[in-house]
């Protein structure tokens, strides 16, 4: 009988495999509370015709409800994010819009700014990012690091997710990104 290989595992505690979205709060544990923070762009390229943008597990603090939890509870982490890109076409795009393409990657460092879709190429996880199509991409926190609370006074940066188009026609609005964090907040003041 073959012996089934073994996979390495880390303990429960070092890396977060839940949803990304929770339809409500967590009230399984009294001692934390678990609740999605959106936020949205449009994305536009540049002069230069380039499409790009790194989000960051600190850009937590940006989004809308923020400031309401950080005045409630001293510590937070981010289990997880999402990032959805969808086109301003529905699917029909508009002929007189040049589309372009590039790629789209998480990343599991404090910080990355890829100069050009070669860059995110290098990454494991990339996937592609045409303009003319919709696409969701996932990062989750992995690692004692990651799964550490922050203060939620000063948010820090464990990774994120990144994208990087060329090609695309200048100055023009190509679609929207919905970003959605999963953060879990403890310590109510």
């Known amino acids: 009988m073959a012996k089934k290989r073994m996979r390495n595992r880390l303990p429960k505690d070092t890396h977060y495999n839940g949803p990304v979205r929770l339809p409500t709060a967590d009230g399984l544990n009294p001692k934390t509370i678990k609740v999605n923070l959106t936020q949205s762009v449009f994305v536009t390229a540049n002069g230069s015709g380039i499409i790009n943008n790194?989000?960051?597990?600190?850009?937590?603090?940006?989004?809308t409800d923020w400031t309401q939890f950080q005045?409630?509870?001293?510590?937070?982490?981010?289990l997880a994010m999402e990032v959805r890109y969808f086109n301003h076409y529905n699917g029909a795009f508009d002929?007189?819009?040049?589309?372009?393409?590039?790629?789209?990657?998480?990343?599991?460092?404090?910080?990355w700014?890829?100069?050009?879709?070669?860059?995110?190429?290098?990454?494991?996880?990339?996937k592609p990012?045409?303009?003319s199509k919709p696409f969701t991409v996932h990062w989750k926190a992995y690692?004692?690091?990651?799964?550490?609370?922050?203060?939620?006074?000063?948010?820090?940066?464990?990774g994120g997710i990144t994208y990087y188009v060329?090609?695309?026609?200048?100055?023009?609005?190509?679609g929207r990104i919905v970003v959605t964090f999963l953060v879990?907040?403890?310590?109510?003041?």
Do not use: C, I
């Open 71 to 78: 005045q409630v509870y001293a510590e937070y982490r981010v």
């Open 166 to 174: 060329d090609g695309a026609q200048a100055g023009s609005s190509y």
């Open 95 to 111: 002929s007189g819009l040049s589309q372009a393409s590039g790629a789209v990657a998480p990343f599991h460092t404090p910080s």
């Open 113 to 126: 700014n890829p100069t050009s879709p070669d860059a995110v190429f290098q990454s494991n996880a990339w």
């Open 143 to 158: 690692g004692t690091e990651e799964m550490q609370f922050e203060q939620t006074s000063s948010p820090l940066s464990h």
């Open 184 to 189: 879990e907040f403890k310590d109510r003041r």
């Open 129 to 131: 990012f045409y303009t």
């Open 54 to 63: 790194s989000w960051f597990t600190s850009d937590v603090a940006s989004t």
